[in-house]
């Protein structure tokens, strides 16, 4: 079993940066590939980015290619998202999620989930 939760959510304007970040615990976290998913209203949850248990193959949702940066720290058993450049449309609660489908974008197949935080982003 892996614990996730998530931190660093708040209200920002159009354009400016945010970080989030997630604390892992449990067995074996190093193993598994970590994700951030996001669920705006009325929306399906969609991918972010992933990255792989090497620290190294990262992946992105093209919606957020060239603006969010995802990254971890094994020894820290820690997940990152930097987001930058943020808009309206980034408006969503954020979920950190650890698995073994790295690669894969449908939420259903990634086993473990964070509480979520909430991310605003005022126009």
């Known amino acids: 079993q892996v614990q996730l939760v998530e931190s660093g959510g708040g209200l920002v304007q159009a354009g400016d940066s945010l970080s989030l970040s997630c604390v892992a615990s449990g067995r074996d976290f190093n193993r598994y590939a970590a994700a951030w998913f996001r669920q705006a209203p009325g929306k399906e949850r969609e991918f972010v980015a992933a990255?792989?248990?090497?620290?190294?193959?990262?992946s992105y949702a093209d919606s957020v290619k060239g603006r969010f940066t995802i990254s971890r720290d094994n020894e820290k058993n820690m997940v990152y998202l930097q987001m930058a450049s943020l808009k309206s449309e980034d408006t969503a609660v954020y979920y950190c999620?650890?698995?073994?489908?790295?690669?894969?974008?449908?939420?259903?197949?990634?086993?473990?989930w964070g509480q979520g935080t909430q991310v605003t982003v005022s126009s």
């Open positions: 990255v792989l248990s090497n620290e190294i193959m990262t």
């Open positions: 999620v650890a698995g073994t489908r790295y690669g894969v974008t449908d939420y259903r197949l990634w086993e473990y």
